[in-house]
C-alpha cells in the first residue's frame, strides 16, 4: 500500500509546482503579497507625492509619539521594500509602534527627468515634501528615516541647517565611497580614469548630455542582484526545489515584486553621482554633494541613529561609519546589525533583530 502511494504522492507534487511554476511566471500579480497596508496619498507633485499610513482604528491605540516620522526612501526602487509581507511591513510595524507615519514616494522618472541632479531632490524636493508634512500633521519637528540614498538625502538635508529636523534613523547611507569592503573597489578604480580625464582634458561627466548618464530600471535591477550574484542564484535554485510549496513560492514572488520592477537614476544624479560621490568622494572630506554649497556634514546637529548591515555590500559598514566622525551631532548612535543591504530593512531577521531596536532608540526621542 505504502508503494502504491507515493507515486501518488509525488504526482501530486508534480502537479503543484506546475501549477505554481505557471502562476509565477504568467500571474505574479497573484502570488504577491506586497503593499497591502492602507495609506491616504495627501500630496503630488508631478511624479512626488506623499504618503500617509493613519493609525489602524480597531485596534487599541498604542503610545502615540508627538513627532511625526518620515520614511525618506532612495532612487531607483519602488516603495514595496517598505511592505512586502503583512509580518515584515516596515510601514506596519512603524505605524502600530506608535508613530504619524509619512512616506516619499519619488516616482518613476522619464526621459524629461533626466534634468534632476541630487540638489533638485535634497534642496527642492524633499523640502517642499516636508512643508506638507508639516501642514498636514500640525507638528513642525519632524524625524526622518532614510534607507541607502535615502539616508544621504536626509543627512544632507539635515546639514543644510533646517533646526527641526530632531532626529534621524540612517540605515545603510553611504558616506566614505572609497572606504574599505563590498563594491568600493571599483568606485576607486572609477575614480583613477576620470580625475587623470580631467587634469588633462579639463572635462568631467558635467560636460557631456545628461540624457546619456541615464541608468534605466532594468540596469539598476540587474546591478542590484550581481552585487550578491552567489544570493540571487541561491534563490533561484531554492525556488526550481520548492516549487511544489506554494508559500515559498509566493515569498520569491514577493522579492521580485521589488527587485524586478526598479526603476530609472535620472541622468543628471547620475553625473552627480560619478563626479561629486564615485570621484571626488566629498562627503567623505564632510562636503555636500551640491554646486555652490558652503555648508557641510558638521551642519548635522539632530540626533542620529546609524544602522549598518554586517554583510552589506553595496554600502559596507565602513562607508557608513566615517558619517559619525563628521557630523556635529551630540547624540550619535552605532548599532551594527546582521544583513546585506537590502534585508537591514525588509529582511527575514528585520522585525526582531532590527526594526525593535530602531523603535527604542527613536520612541523617547520623539515625545
Given at each position: 500500500m505504502a508503494h502504491r502511494d507515493r507515486p501518488r504522492s509525488r504526482r501530486a507534487r508534480l502537479r503543484r509546482g506546475a501549477r505554481?511554476?505557471?502562476?509565477?511566471?504568467?500571474?505574479?500579480?497573484?502570488?504577491?503579497?506586497?503593499?497591502?497596508?492602507?495609506?491616504?496619498?495627501?500630496?503630488?507633485?508631478?511624479?512626488?507625492?506623499?504618503?500617509?499610513?493613519?493609525?489602524?482604528?480597531?485596534?487599541?491605540?498604542?503610545?502615540?509619539?508627538?513627532?511625526?516620522l518620515v520614511i525618506v526612501p532612495p532612487l531607483a526602487v519602488n516603495m514595496l521594500i517598505y511592505d512586502l509581507f503583512e509580518q515584515r511591513s516596515l510601514v506596519r510595524f512603524l505605524r502600530d509602534s506608535g508613530f504619524d507615519l509619512y512616506l516619499i514616494d519619488w516616482g518613476r522618472p522619464q526621459r524629461e527627468h533626466d534634468e534632476r541632479h541630487l540638489s533638485d531632490y535634497i534642496q527642492r524636493l524633499l523640502p517642499a515634501a516636508l512643508a506638507q508634512v508639516r501642514a498636514h500633521s500640525g507638528e513642525q519637528q519632524l524625524s526622518l528615516h532614510g534607507w541607502s540614498m535615502g539616508g544621504l538625502f536626509a543627512s544632507c538635508y539635515a546639514a543644510l541647517g533646517d533646526p527641526d529636523i530632531r532626529n534621524l534613523v540612517l540605515l545603510g547611507a553611504p558616506c566614505d565611497y572609497h572606504a574599505a569592503g563590498g563594491v568600493n573597489w571599483q568606485n576607486r578604480l572609477l575614480s583613477l580614469p576620470m580625475r587623470g580625464l580631467r587634469r588633462l582634458t579639463g572635462l568631467t561627466p558635467h560636460s557631456t548630455r545628461r540624457q546619456w548618464w541615464r541608468s534605466p530600471g532594468w540596469a539598476n535591477a540587474l546591478a542590484f542582484k550581481l552585487a550578491s550574484p552567489t544570493g540571487t542564484l541561491r534563490g533561484y535554485t531554492e525556488l526550481l526545489r520548492r516549487l511544489d510549496d506554494r508559500d515559498h513560492v509566493a515569498s520569491h514572488a514577493t522579492h521580485?515584486?521589488?527587485?524586478?520592477?526598479?526603476v530609472a537614476y535620472p541622468g543628471g544624479v547620475m553625473q552627480d553621482v560619478v563626479q561629486y560621490l564615485l570621484t571626488e568622494n566629498r562627503l567623505a572630506r564632510g562636503r555636500l554633494p551640491l554646486p555652490g554649497s558652503e555648508a557641510s556634514l558638521s551642519g548635522l546637529r539632530a540626533s542620529t541613529l546609524l544602522l549598518t548591515g554586517d554583510r552589506d555590500p553595496i554600502v559596507p559598514p565602513a562607508s557608513s561609519q566615517r558619517l559619525l566622525e563628521l557630523i556635529g551631532s551630540e547624540d550619535a548612535s552605532l548599532i551594527e546589525v546582521p544583513g546585506g543591504h537590502m534585508s537591514i530593512v525588509s529582511g527575514s531577521q528585520a522585525p526582531t533583530r532590527i526594526w525593535p531596536a530602531m523603535r527604542d532608540w527613536l520612541a523617547p526621542r520623539s515625545a
Open positions: 505554481n511554476a505557471r502562476d509565477r511566471l504568467l500571474r505574479p500579480q497573484t502570488l504577491s503579497q506586497a503593499g497591502r497596508t492602507a495609506y491616504q496619498l495627501v500630496w503630488q507633485d508631478d511624479i512626488t507625492s506623499l504618503r500617509h499610513y493613519p493609525a489602524r482604528r480597531e485596534a487599541p491605540p498604542p503610545q502615540r509619539h508627538r513627532v511625526p521580485a515584486a521589488f527587485l524586478d520592477d526598479m
